[in-house]
């Protein structure tokens, strides 16, 4: 509460922070905004706020579903700051980040060529599950919010997306490019009969990326659910009578572990229970290829952030690098580091060298490189405020640093930081 910054805003612009002093616990903010009256919770006010860059520009909306109870997904958000606003199952909006600054919500994502969709969006979490309906109180409040930053920032109703829209993943062991898909986040943001309820016109008609061949399609069943015709069918329907068919946890012909667990498919919280009823963790299974069919997985959903960093890769004896980086393998947006800490950008090998680099050799994909670092030129002169970022990557003295993990005042001459480019 006391970290609110003290600004004059109208609706959420107009209105004058004021600090309550020591009163504990809920304080309610009302504010006048035309027809409705938007109220906010600032019990949850992340302790990130100070360290967010303010964005320069911002021309989209994100919607998000926790996929995880209130409770903890509040802590995780406030924890983390991993959105600008939150709204539970009553209708109750929470502000975690201050809307004009940075939130770390959607992760690796991409809209029209531009990545990095945390540094140009505002990012909504609402409580409850991506293929099931929300609360009327949930639709209203959204509503409300949507409209009034649409009116801030001048956002057209097609710019309202939701996370999956603009998710994207590297290669992994079934995909060898990089893909749309990496989660179905917010999927029921992008039905008509959703939309109605959020007073959204339109919905992008395509996929911009996938158009351009930027990316390719991961999840044929999202890409319907997002664009095809089949589900805009609904329009009329009365959005507490949707409903998505049930989505099988169950290992098949043609669903793997990776259109169940997504991310999380090795995960140590993600269980694997085999036919004979024997179990293992995502942690334990060396090859995801021979898992047997009607093996049931488990996702725990509340342990997974929603917005992971990527961690790098390891090449080891059973993992090469085009198991890591697939197509992307000779691209110079696919780093290698050597175990020396050196580093080589894949247009700089080819299919024969990258596949002799040593066990050991990290690998970053749809990374880019700035450096070397000097006192003049420290590493927001590269990357901006994504310096601090979970998943950019400082790299001295041999190691891998995270940005969020970095001390940087210990950051030595001649580091190089890797972020997503
Ligand atoms: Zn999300």
């Known amino acids: ?67 995880a109870p209130a409770a903890s997904a509040l802590r995780k958000l406030r924890d983390l700051g991993e959105c600008h606003y939150c709204i539970t199952g009553d209708g109750k909006v929470y502000r975690i980040i201050d809307h004009r600054r940075e939130a770390y919500h959607a992760g690796r994502s991409m809209w029209n060529g531009r990545t990095n969709v945390d540094s140009f ?13 929300l609360t ?11 409209g009034e930053l649409k009116s801030i920032y001048r956002i057209p109703d097609q710019n309202v997306l939701a996370h999956s829209h603009v998710a994207y993943g590297t290669p992994n062991k079934w995909h060898r490019r990089s893909h749309r898909g990496r989660k179905r986040c917010g999927m029921l943001f992008a039905l008509p009969a959703v939309r109605k309820q959020l007073h959204l016109k339109t919905r992008p ?32 329907v009365p959005t507490a009578a949707i409903s998505f068919p049930k989505e099988d ?25 085999f036919p004979n009823g024997t179990k293992k963790r995502g942690d334990e299974i060396a090859d995801f290829k021979f898992i047997p069919p009607g ?31 697939g197509d992307e393998t000779l691209l110079p947006s696919t780093l290698y580091i050597y175990p020396n800490g050196r580093f080589v950008a894949g247009n700089k090998l080819n299919a024969a060298s990258v596949e002799k680099l040593p066990a050991g050799t990290k690998v970053l994909v749809g990374y880019a490189v700035g450096g070397p670092i000097t006192a003049t030129r420290p590493a927001s002169a590269f990357c901006g405020n994504r310096w601090r970022a979970k998943d950019t990557f400082f790299l001295f003295y041999g190691q891998l640093v995270p940005g969020n993990k970095v001390d940087d005042s210990k950051i030595p001459a001649g580091a190089y930081v890797f972020y997503k480019g």
């Not at 009327?136 to 949507?146: E, F, N, P």
């Not at 390719?216 to 015709?229: A, E, N």
């Not at 169950?250 to 229970?273: E, N």
């Open 136 to 146: 009327k109180a949930q639709y209203r409040a959204l509503a409300d919010l949507v």
């Open 249 to 273: 946890n169950v290992i098949a012909v043609g669903r793997s572990a990776w259109d169940i667990a997504r991310d999380a498919y090795a995960d140590a919280s993600t269980t694997y229970i």
């Open 1 to 67: 509460m006391t970290d609110a910054p003290m600004v004059k805003e109208t609706g959420i612009k107009r209105m004058t922070w004021r600090c309550f002093g020591l009163m504990a616990g809920m304080i309610l903010l009302m504010v006048q905004t035309g027809c409705a009256v938007l109220q906010f919770d600032n019990s949850y006010y992340s302790p990130r706020n100070r360290e967010r860059a303010v964005r320069k520009t911002t021309s989209l909306i994100i919607l998000h579903t926790t996929e």
């Open 205 to 236: 008609a395509y996929d911009p990326d996938v158009k351009a061949k930027r990316l390719v399609i991961g999840d044929s069943y999202l890409h319907q659910v997002l664009y095809g015709k089949n589900f805009t069918g609904l329009t009329g």
């Open 121 to 133: 969006s505002v990012g909504i979490e609402v409580c409850g599950y991506h293929n099931k309906a």
């Open 295 to 325: 093996t049931k997985v488990i996702v725990n959903t509340e342990t997974i952030a929603d917005n992971r960093p990527d961690n790098y890769q390891v090449i080891s004896a059973t993992c090469k690098a085009s198991d890591i980086a």
